[in-house]
């Protein structure tokens, strides 16, 4: 089993920027695909970013492509989502998420989950 803890998370201006991390503990990170989701008040959680074990495959949503960037350090046990250019729809829980199998954007493929982070945006 991994346990993951997100922190970063806070008040930003609309524009700002900020980086949330993701620390594992109890299983090494390299084992597993890890992925960001978030769930904004009322709204599903949804997908955001994924990259692979080894950190050579990315995918986003369509809906953050050019502005998030995610990043791992596997000697750190750490991810990370580097967010810039926030806009006010971006205000959510943002989950970090292990996945065991292939990189993929469903949050079922993923075995471990944090306990999310608030970022709020303010306009």
């Known amino acids: 089993q991994v346990q993951l803890v997100e922190s970063g998370g806070g008040l930003v201006q609309a524009g700002g920027s900020l980086r949330l991390s993701c620390a594992a503990s109890g299983r090494t990170l390299s084992s597993y695909v890890m992925g960001w989701f978030r769930q904004a008040p009322g709204k599903e959680r949804e997908f955001v970013a994924t990259i692979s074990r080894r950190g050579g495959t990315t995918d986003y949503a369509d809906s953050v492509k050019g502005r998030f960037t995610i990043s791992r350090d596997n000697a750190k046990n750490t991810v990370y989502l580097e967010i810039n250019s926030l806009k006010f729809e971006d205000t959510a829980v943002y989950y970090c998420?292990?996945?065991?199998?292939?990189?993929?954007?469903?949050?079922?493929?993923?075995?471990?989950w944090g306990q999310g982070t608030q970022v709020t945006v303010s306009s």
């Open positions: 998420a292990a996945s065991g199998r292939v990189v993929s954007r469903a949050a079922l493929s993923y075995d471990y």
